[in-house]
């Protein structure tokens, strides 16, 4: 994955912890979304609704997921799952630049 085509962007930022994590929705033609964001070095705590897969085309985290007891070391050309109504926590080592999709 390197681009999307025929996508719709929205302008508007989420913008998450104090803007140490952002992310941009785009929406597909199917009405199907995904989000680009970037995470600079930090602790985070995320909840979940729907399942998301992380894919993540650069830097450096660690990722523990509700009901794990092991952190996993994620780099670039990496992925992980996580599901539905769960949570996770990451610890950024490197600015992270990622694509989260949900469902």
Known sequence: ???FENVTVDVAANIY???KV????????????KTLGIMMP?????????KELM???SGELSILIAGDSDWQEITGGMSFKVPANSSFKLKVNKVTDYCCSYG
Request: aromatic share 14%; proline share 0%.
């Open 42 to 50: 930090g602790e985070y705590e995320f909840g979940t609704e729907a």
């Open 55 to 57: 894919e993540i085309t």
């Open 1 to 3: 994955m390197s681009s």
């Open 17 to 19: 912890f104090d803007g």
């Open 22 to 33: 952002t992310s941009r929705k785009i929406t597909f033609a199917d009405g199907s979304s």
